[in-house]
């Protein structure tokens, strides 16, 4: 026997309603391929699981009236891919969101599924940090909005108040001369968790840099948004010292641990190379050289 | 708590099954609807054994609740072959020996015929980029990504 109940309600006020109501035992699923894997290994044990992917506001991909996206949270990585105009406008974020699991993971796996579940190391999350997208929530107390790099709380813990959900991630106009790009370090090709993630955006007129994000992860207890490495790169045009001092911006803002995928002192310096490598595709997409 | 009544279609015939909230749609297959083809190896999405289609959609069974196949359309490996006819993936693995113990077999097969369907016309990269997720511990995938490689040429001429 289980006292456990399944809802997939077609609107946001019946998922939130129950959600509150079930209080901690509740846990929202998108595609599930965290919670699934987390049940049945007993780490969580809910008594009531919300499906969303019934609400149309968490399935949709929308381009906004100044140029922007907005992404449903439960959209997955297929889905996301075979969006006509997403991928040419923000590379970086769908290439992370792309490297979550094989397949038959991208066929269920979300964005917001990856920034929910809070891991260090979701990769689809340093690249819509460096992205500079803004998340809505909403709860019963209503809609609020704040940036992705918010979300993270800690290993396994986000920054949501209780009975809210994740609706959406809504991404930034796009200026002409912008590109973004994310890399990971892993000690293979595919299928695989992040030792570092590297998630950059950049803008760039007549060469100069003129906005810079850099988002880190697996170097800390939640993804970094790391302004420090921002700055050297703005105002400049990529030369070897200024991307150096990113690097090294990287590097000192890394707080990481010694784990089975690699030690502290690797993750900090392959961070440096990862950022000069995640910059150079970011540039070369940005329409630079 | 009662279990939940799930109507559901498997293979392009309607289908009706009982399930606890918890089940995953792999616990469903193997169990009450007696479709034993999708096997589970990790149960943890790593292995691609369970390998089906949701409404067209590659995913595996078990990282799906049974639930969620109300009013959808499940394709399992029990629906590849068209009663003794079997599809050229099915036919080619036999004839190049694309297979050696069988248990990732289902998953493979399932797997490479939502590829040939998205793209008639993969590289070698591509099929094993898009296999990367069904684990075999027999073959070392040689003969597995020739045998969908050489299917895949000759779907194209037999459509031609």
């Not at chain 2, 016309?121 to 045998?147: H, M």
Request: glycine letters at 10%; proline letters at 6%.
């Amino acid at each position: 026997m289980t006292d456990i109940r399944y809802l997939a309600p077609r609107t946001l006020d019946e998922a939130i309603s129950a959600f509150a109501a079930a209080g901690s035992a509740a846990r929202i699923m998108a595609g599930g391929t965290d919670l699934l894997v987390q049940m049945r290994s007993g780490a969580v044990r809910p008594g009531l699981i919300v499906d969303i992917k019934k609400i149309a506001e968490m399935t949709a991909i929308e381009e906004t009236a100044d140029g922007g996206f907005r992404v449903g949270a439960a959209v997955s990585g297929a889905e996301l891919a075979e969006h006509p105009r997403f991928g040419k406008v923000w590379p970086g974020v769908l290439e992370a969101v792309n490297l979550i699991g094989s397949k038959q993971v991208q066929g269920r796996a979300s964005a917001g599924g990856n920034l929910c579940n809070a891991s260090p190391a979701g990769d689809s999350v340093p690249a819509m940090v460096a992205a500079g997208a803004v998340v809505t929530v909403h709860g019963p107390d209503g809609r609020r909005e704040m940036p992705v790099e918010k979300v993270p709380a800690g290993p396994g813990r986000a920054n949501l108040r209780s009975g809210e959900i994740l609706v959406s991630f809504t991404l930034p106009p796009r200026p002409p001369g912008s590109g973004d790009a994310y890399l990971r370090m892993i000690p293979r090709t595919e299928m695989d968790i992040a030792v570092v993630g590297c998630g950059v955006s950049l803008t760039l007129v007549g060469g100069v840099c003129t906005a810079a994000r850099v988002g880190l992860g697996a170097v800390a207890p939640t993804v970094l948004l790391v302004e420090e490495a921002a700055k050297p790169l703005i105002g400049s045009k990529f030369d070897d010292a200024a991307v150096s001092a990113a690097a090294t911006a990287c590097s000192a803002a890394c707080r990481p641990i010694d784990d089975k995928r690699g030690t502290s002192a690797y993750r900090t310096k392959i961070v440096g190379v990862l950022l000069k490598r995640t910059v150079a595709i970011a540039v070369r997409r940005a329409g630079g050289n | 708590m009662a279990k939940l009544h799930v109507s559901t279609t498997i293979n392009g015939e309607p289908a009706e099954f009982l399930c606890e909230p918890n089940d995953t749609m792999l616990d469903a297959l193997r169990g009450p609807l007696g479709l034993t083809g999708s096997k589970e190896g990790c149960a943890s999405g790593d292995c691609g054994a369970c390998s089906i289609t949701l409404d067209d959609r590659l995913v595996c069974s078990c990282l799906m609740l049974a639930a969620e196949a109300e009013g959808r359309q499940v394709r399992t490996i029990e629906g590849m072959a068209q009663g003794e006819k079997l599809h050229p993936l099915q036919q080619k693995f036999l004839e190049m020996a694309a297979l050696q113990c069988g248990i990732c077999t289902p998953g493979m097969l399932v797997a490479s015929e939502a590829l040939l369907r998205k793209n008639p016309r993969p590289s070698e990269q591509e099929v094993r980029f898009w296999l990367a997720g069904n684990l075999c511990r027999c073959t070392g995938y040689d003969k597995i990504v020739r045998a969908v490689l050489e299917t895949a040429s000759e779907m194209r001429e037999a459509a031609q």
